[in-house]
């Protein structure tokens, strides 16, 4: 576990599970990010029929990727930086690739860069994202400029592009995380979250970099926590694409080629 503070905000990133563990700020976890690349169990690309393992049981659908169930090894670990690295051997994902994150403190923000770098010889569907888990209190809200919703079937799994509905589910209003359960993408992001806990008077800035334009807002019911997730691409973008929508951010990546983001967390008293 590599731990580091700078004036009033804290970060530890451990070696093996999530990429990043928590940030904190005067000693509150203001965010739990994980690497989620959300591809389908099942998928053809490129004339390859594609099957992927079920990796978290119950579900039906293989979810969120691989980083957030596997170990990185840190290659860089400073006062006020690290980087990690995680390097995917070709399996049922039929791809090789590397992927790294830098994480770098400032007095009063954590930036963190991540970079997707195909190490295969053929072209490789790719997506980039982060999963973060924020506490949940009953003021919480959330704000967001966005567009459209995708709504979901039963599975969870996007079925019709349309606008934000009910108002108490549009970000660009303002979401109560007590007062809908979500679990959609939204598209037309500009890229900047405002989470308010007005009980402590905290707030929490989310400013991401292309390629991410999607957010996906999770707010279960009864649950603890909630997370708002800056993401390159709508859930299930490979079949999407494949049936042919052309708005998912579906992308691939040409053997040697790299994707690269980044999001920056500001905590603002």
């Not at 279960?220 to 929508?245: I, K």
């Amino acid at each position: 576990m590599a731990r580091s503070r700078r004036g009033d905000v804290g970060a530890a990133a451990p070696v093996g599970g999530a990429a990043f563990r928590r940030a904190a700020r005067g000693g509150r976890h203001s965010a739990r990010p994980l690497l989620e690349s959300d591809p389908r169990g099942r998928f053809s690309f490129q004339g390859r029929d594609i099957r992927l393992p079920l990796n978290r049981p119950p579900e039906r659908h293989s979810i969120h990727g691989h980083g957030w169930q596997a170990a990185w090894r840190p290659l860089e670990v400073r006062a006020h930086e690290a980087v990690v690295e995680y390097r995917h051997a070709a399996d049922a994902w039929p791809w090789a690739y590397r992927a790294t994150q830098r994480f770098a403190l400032a007095p009063t923000s954590l930036s963190i860069a991540l970079t997707l770098r195909n190490e295969s010889a053929a072209s490789m569907p790719a997506g980039l994202g982060w999963h973060p888990y924020f506490p949940r209190t009953p003021r919480t809200t959330i704000t967001a400029e966005v567009q459209a919703i995708w709504l979901t079937d039963d599975e969870i799994m996007p079925t019709t592009l349309a606008p934000p509905r009910p108002a108490a589910a549009d970000p660009s209003r303002g979401v109560a995380v007590d007062a809908v359960a979500l679990d959609n993408c939204f598209v037309g992001w500009r890229r900047r979250a405002l989470i308010e806990w007005p009980e402590s008077g905290m707030r929490l800035v989310m400013a991401a970099e292309p390629p991410l334009d999607f957010l996906v807002v999770y707010t279960p019911a009864g649950r603890a926590f909630f997370c708002v997730e800056p993401v390159s691409h709508v859930t299930d973008a490979v079949n999407l694409a494949a049936a042919g929508r052309t708005d998912t951010g579906f992308r691939i990546l040409e053997p040697g080629e790299t994707l690269r983001t980044a999001v920056t967390l500001t905590p603002e008293p």
